[in-house]
C-alpha cells in the first residue's frame, strides 16, 4: 500500500527515536548530576554524549543542551553536534531521494 513504511524503513525511525531519546535522557542527566557531584563522580563522560551523538543523536541533543544551557562553552559539542547532524541530514536526504527515484 503506498505511504507504509517497510521493515527497513520502521527500523531507522525505530532506531533513531531511541538513539534521540538515549541522548536527551543522558544529557539531562549529565546537567542534574553536573549539579550535584563536585568531583564529577556520577557525571556521564563526554566521549560516551559525543558518540551518541555520532550515532544520530547530535540534533535532538544539540536542542537540548542549548535548552538547559549545558556544556554550551564546550566548543567539542557547539561544533561538533551541528556537524554530525548536518552529516546525518545530508546521509537521510541522500538516501531518501535514491529510494524514490
Same mark, same amino acid.
Given at each position: 500500500?503506498?505511504? %507504509?513504511?517497510?521493515?527497513?524503513?520502521?527500523?531507522? @525511525?525505530?532506531?533513531?527515536?531511541?538513539?534521540? =531519546? $538515549?541522548?536527551? #535522557?543522558?544529557?539531562?542527566?549529565?546537567?542534574?548530576?553536573?549539579?550535584?557531584?563536585?568531583?564529577?563522580?556520577?557525571?556521564?563522560? %563526554?566521549?560516551?554524549?559525543?558518540?551518541?551523538?555520532? @550515532?544520530?543523536?547530535?540534533?535532538?541533543?544539540? =536542542? $537540548?543542551?542549548? #535548552?538547559?544551557?549545558?556544556?554550551?562553552?564546550?566548543?567539542?559539542?557547539?561544533?561538533?553536534?551541528?556537524?554530525?547532524?548536518?552529516?546525518?541530514?545530508a546521509v537521510a536526504v541522500t538516501v531518501f531521494l535514491r529510494m524514490n527515484i
Amino acid at each position: 500500500m503506498p505511504g %507504509e513504511l517497510n521493515a527497513a524503513e520502521k527500523f531507522a @525511525l525505530i532506531y533513531v527515536a531511541a538513539v534521540s =531519546v $538515549t541522548g536527551i #535522557i543522558l544529557t539531562v542527566y549529565d546537567k542534574a548530576a553536573s549539579k550535584r557531584s563536585r568531583n564529577g563522580r556520577g557525571r556521564v563522560p %563526554e566521549n560516551t554524549l559525543m558518540y551518541l551523538g555520532f @550515532l544520530g543523536g547530535a540534533l535532538p541533543m544539540y =536542542v $537540548t543542551m542549548l #535548552i538547559i544551557r549545558h556544556k554550551t562553552k564546550h566548543k567539542k559539542f557547539m561544533i561538533g553536534l551541528p556537524v554530525f547532524a548536518a552529516v546525518h541530514i545530508a546521509v537521510a536526504v541522500t538516501v531518501f531521494l535514491r529510494m524514490n527515484i
